[in-house]
């Protein structure tokens, strides 16, 4: 069973700065594409950056240039460097890892950011 665990979330001043760890446990065969996402309240969860098996990247409009995620194959672990943090970059964030053929999500972690 794989499990993804993720930490790093917290509370932030506007302009300060987070990383997000995401790690895989269980049984990790391939690791494909992985994603971060975050949900605020009121508001569809939404894509904020995907990470392919090659290292293509993608990033929602919103964090581009602010946001850079990472991976680790090795240590089955993404990463989200977020700089020039937005007070309404606010919500939980979750990761999500497709493993062979299946996703997995993450529990999500608060990221909070203050004006």
């Known amino acids: 069973q794989v499990q993804l665990v993720e930490s790093g979330g917290g509370l932030v001043q506007a302009g300060g700065s987070l990383r997000l760890s995401c790690r895989a446990s269980?049984?990790?065969?391939?690791?494909?594409?992985m994603g971060w996402y975050r949900q605020a309240p009121g508001n569809q969860r939404e894509l904020v950056a995907l990470?392919?098996?090659?290292?293509?990247?993608n990033y929602a409009d919103s964090v581009k240039g602010r946001f850079t995620i990472s991976r680790d194959d090795a240590k089955a672990t993404v990463y989200l460097q977020m700089n020039s943090l937005k007070p309404e970059d606010t919500a939980l964030y979750y990761c999500?890892?497709?493993?062979?053929?299946?996703?997995?999500w993450g529990q999500g972690t608060q990221v909070t950011v203050s004006s």
């Open positions: 990470i392919t098996s090659g290292g293509s990247t």
């Open positions: 999500r890892q497709q493993i062979g053929v299946s996703w997995y």
């Open positions: 269980g049984i990790i065969f391939r690791i494909n594409d």
